[in-house]
């Protein structure tokens, strides 16, 4: 009888444990979402669990020493759409700033085909009212209305200083004598979530996304060595914009576009607590059995 409740104790410890490992959904700030969503389900040993999507806009720059910024709202993460992860008058909006242009080069045969680089760059997420951003543009009255849910800093790459770097190319949409020029672009880079809690910008997820490590740097999960700041930032990103950059000098945001962003998310304190309670179940047990 003492054998079967010690197999019966143990199974259920294992069970305990088996249970902490598959975090239950996050909600933090009123945004909820899957800890163990698959980013990335062809490849079977990645370690994103977290994929947003959003939407971009943008103004243009003509000069190196010239900054851009803009804003998006998200529309998707980790597969759920806004009235899932958010609520029906709810939006996870961001805006970015800071991007200072230091780099252009273009093809020499086409000219029209380049590569950029900008150094510095923010972002800050706010959870707002949908009504409050009709017009696509966070104000100052509308962040203070808000939550600031998550931010962090621009990582610069440790070679070239650049913090976002992309290509771009001008397609003539019009006539050899009367050209009317539109602008493709992309860019991706990185981001270290703001880890001073006393930071008037640290934001109410941060600790949540705060694992310095970087997942798009390698095909599989790449740990934080050395200190180097892209193997131990938090987030990647990507973009795709377009526009016309006839408009670059009206102050307009000129450009629209989308943006991923991709890394991982720390299951909530209590989750934690629970797997390591199990832990200990499981070794009173072993040790029990061995008496």
């Known amino acids: 009888m003492d054998k079967i409740f010690r197999r019966i104790a143990m199974a259920a410890t294992l069970a305990l444990g088996a249970t902490a490992v598959q975090a239950s959904p996050i909600t933090v700030g009123g945004i909820t979402w899957d800890p163990d969503y698959n980013a990335n389900p062809l490849d079977p040993f990645s370690h994103e669990d977290l994929f947003v999507g959003s939407t971009l806009r943008e103004n243009v720059v003509s000069q190196i020493?010239?900054?851009?910024?803009g804003y998006g709202e998200i529309t998707s993460f980790n597969g759920t759409n806004n009235n899932t992860f958010c609520g029906s008058d709810c939006t996870l909006a961001y805006e970015f700033g800071g991007y200072t242009l230091s780099s252009v080069t273009y093809n020499p045969v086409t000219l029209v085909d380049g590569i950029f680089g900008f150094t510095g760059g923010w972002l800050d997420v706010y959870v707002v009212s949908t009504a409050a951003i009709a017009d696509g543009v966070l104000d100052a009255a509308e962040k203070a209305a808000g939550l600031l849910w998550l931010s962090a800093d621009a990582v610069a790459d440790p070679t070239s200083g650049e913090t976002l770097t992309?290509?771009?190319?001008?397609?003539?949409?019009?006539?050899?004598?009367?050209?009317?020029?539109?602008?493709?672009?992309?860019?991706?880079?990185?981001?270290?979530?703001?880890?001073?809690?006393?930071d008037p910008r640290y934001g109410a997820a941060n600790a949540n996304f705060n694992t310095n490590h970087a997942l798009m740097s390698a095909p599989t999960y790449t740990p934080c060595l050395n200190n180097d700041p892209i193997l131990c930032s938090d987030l990647y990103?990507?973009?795709n914009f377009k526009g016309n950059p006839g408009l670059v000098d009206s102050?307009?945001?000129a450009f629209n576009g989308t943006a991923d962003v991709r890394g991982d998310?720390?299951?909530?304190?209590?989750?934690?607590a629970l797997f390591g309670a199990s832990l200990i179940g499981f070794g009173l047990v072993r040790r029990r059995m061995k008496a």
């Open 251 to 253: 102050g307009l945001l």
């Open 166 to 198: 992309g290509n771009v190319k001008f397609t003539n949409q019009g006539s050899t004598t009367n050209p009317i020029w539109l602008l493709d672009g992309s860019g991706f880079g990185y981001f270290d979530i703001v880890e001073d809690i006393n």
């Open 237 to 239: 990103f990507n973009s």
């Open 65 to 69: 020493g010239s900054t851009i910024g």
């Open 265 to 272: 998310s720390i299951p909530e304190p209590s989750t934690l």
